[in-house]
């Protein structure tokens, strides 16, 4: 395993994968990739969405560069982790990035979500699991 990507939000799930990544990154001595994406469906309004065509607006952007510092605040001098910030859907970004990037594995948090749920709706992390081009850790 030369490279890992966690896509990180900030949640306690994606915090508690962000830690099994490290343990995993320091014992194989590989590369580790934050991902922060934001998806314009939840963050964007629709006008802003019909105005921006792909751009992250200012404020948008600063909140998931401060999650990112988040993020690398919780890894060890011993890495120096990547930070990246995309917008989309969550899913598609994710296994699109990891693919285009060829990152080796992929550690997730889960969302938690009841099982009647998440089978009605899905999930980032079973979407990511079905589609990424390498194994995917999901961690509860």
């Known amino acids: 395993m030369k490279k890992i990507l966690v896509p990180f939000d900030g ?13 995993l990154a ?46 690398v605040k919780q890894v060890p001098s011993t890495l ?4 990246f910030l995309e917008m989309g859907e969550p899913g598609d970004v994710i296994v699109d990035f990891c693919e285009e990037n060829n990152y080796d594995l992929i550690v997730m948090g889960s969302r938690g979500r009841g ?3 998440q089978l009605l709706l899905g999930s980032v992390s079973s979407y990511v699991m079905y589609y990424a081009p390498c194994p995917v850790l999901i961690v509860k």
């Open 26 to 71: 320091e014992h194989c001595q590989s590369q580790l990739g934050l991902l922060y994406v934001v998806n314009p469906t939840s963050k964007v309004s629709a006008f802003e969405q019909v105005s921006l065509s792909g751009c992250i607006p200012d404020k948008i952007k600063e909140t998931g560069l401060a999650v990112l510092n988040t993020a």
């Open 11 to 23: 949640s306690e799930h994606s915090q508690r994968a962000l830690k099994q990544a490290v343990y």
């Open 80 to 83: 120096t982790p990547e930070t």
């Open 115 to 117: 099982a009647l749920k």
